[in-house]
């Protein structure tokens, strides 16, 4: 059976995260009238928290799924990873547990009170879905992938809602998410058998995870690095600044960087399974990708000029005036967010040629530039200083990355033989 062709596919994933974004987003203006910038401020705290424990409870070994080399290994290397989520989630549960029955919670969760343990199963269902995403990648099943994305926007954003007119407002919104991701993952679960995974021992599994144990080493390392330095605004300034400044860049954050987030998603599970393919066949890859970046391109430059000029008066406008001085850092995260739309969707790459060790110390670089950036404006006293000062460095190496991916592309190319 002749698979789908990259364009196709790649609109199939697009056409179910564009629409999982416009609920999102458009959730935003009833939102907003409802929740506070303190309250999101909140909720960006909390979420912080779950972008980093993510990381740490699958150790990126669903990446694996993709570059794995039999469908028995897959299974194997997935099922290991299934594991490790459900017990480092329930060993966040028991500490979470621990901490709040006591009262030692540190500054930051004490704020959250009891929703701290709302942590545990956001990590559980959002680790869970990373795994199934990558089996339903491999196997071209990008429709799955597309309906549980829709499915998690629509349930979270209509819970939020509901939650928030009943009066729970400052836990509404982890609440609303929390069970949003459950029941996209269920999506997951009932569709699974389509997959017809072969049966694994635990001999098999463990057998996997040391062959692939470059990504918890590397890629893993690297993703936990990054996301605790792309966390940073809400785990330090949070500190330091009212909570009200934390929402306020929260929601410009989720108009800028959640969109683009999503386009990457999509377009690197696709990028991702056709190159390694490509490469496992010996096959040409720069063409595609360097096609992939021009039209990509050369769609976003004017709807990001766009966004430029418009930004603070369309955010006061759909958000009311409590809501004023979003389009400040708006207008800070553009460059860096436009940058991020063609390295992040790359950043397969080194997966692909193995050169995760080397991409490591690219993402150790930016957490020192960010923390000297975020440092710089808790010193000043300045919270706008310190988001543009840390989205400078986050353009910085954006762009550093997508040289170095483009070069190893272009030295794969010219491995293969002339014809």
């Known amino acids: ?39 999101y401020g909140l909720y960006n705290i909390f979420y912080s928290y779950i972008e980093v424990f993510i990381i740490l409870s699958t ?53 959250l009170g009891w929703m701290v343990l709302l942590i545990p199963p956001m990590v559980f269902f959002c680790g869970s879905s990373r795994v199934y995403t ?14 549980s994305e829709t499915v998690n926007a629509g349930a979270g954003a209509l819970l939020k809602i509901v939650l928030g007119l009943l009066g729970l407002l400052q836990a509404g919104l982890p609440v609303g998410t929390v069970l949003g991701r459950a029941i996209a993952n269920l999506c997951f679960r009932l569709r699974l058998k389509q997959l017809s995974l072969p049966a694994t021992t ?21 993703d936990f ?13 949070a500190l330091y600044f009212d909570r ?48 992939f970046l021009l039209i990509v391109n050369a769609a976003a430059l004017p709807l990001f000029l766009l966004a430029w000029f418009v930004a603070e008066p369309v955010f006061t406008f759909c958000f009311g005036s409590g809501w004023t001085g979003c389009g400040v850092y708006v207008r800070a995260l553009l460059p860096w967010i436009y940058l991020m739309l063609s390295s992040t969707s790359l950043m397969f790459i080194s997966n692909v040629f193995g050169t995760q060790r080397t991409e490591f110390c690219f ?5 020192s530039l960010r923390a000297a950036a975020i440092g710089l404006g808790i ?33 794969y190319e010219r491995s293969l033989p002339k014809d």
């Open 1 to 39: 059976m002749r698979k789908a062709p990259l364009v196709k596919e790649m609109g199939t994933l697009l056409g179910g995260n564009v629409l999982a974004q416009v609920i999102a987003l458009a959730a935003y203006f009833a939102l907003t009238r409802i929740f506070s910038p303190d309250d």
């Open 379 to 411: 010193h000043a006293g300045d919270f706008v200083l310190a988001i543009r000062l840390y989205a400078a460095a986050g353009a910085l190496m954006a762009a550093s990355l997508l040289v170095w991916y483009l070069w190893q592309v272009r030295r």
């Open 244 to 291: 009200a400044d934390v929402g306020l860049f929260g929601l410009a954050l989720a108009f800028t960087f959640r969109p683009v987030n999503l386009l990457n998603n999509a377009f690197e599970r696709v990028l991702y399974a056709h190159t390694a393919e490509a490469v496992r066949n010996r096959r040409p890859i720069g063409h595609t990708i360097g096609r």
């Open 225 to 237: 690095i990054n996301s605790l330095s792309g966390n940073l605004p809400f785990l330090w300034l």
């Open 202 to 222: 635990r001999h098999d599994q463990r057998k996997a995870a040391r062959k692939h144990r470059k990504f918890p080493l590397y890629v893993g390392s690297k």
């Open 363 to 367: 993402y150790l670089v930016l957490l």
């Open 134 to 147: 990558a089996l339903f990648n491999r196997a071209h099943g990008y429709g799955t992938i597309a309906l």
């Open 59 to 111: 150790c990126k070994y669903e990446m694996a799924t993709v570059v794995a080399g039999s469908e028995q290994e897959a299974a194997a290397v997935s099922r290991f990873t299934l594991r490790l989520n459900t017990w480092v989630s329930l060993a966040l549960l028991t500490l979470a547990l621990v901490l709040w029955l006591t009262g030692l919670l540190p500054s930051h969760f004490a704020a």
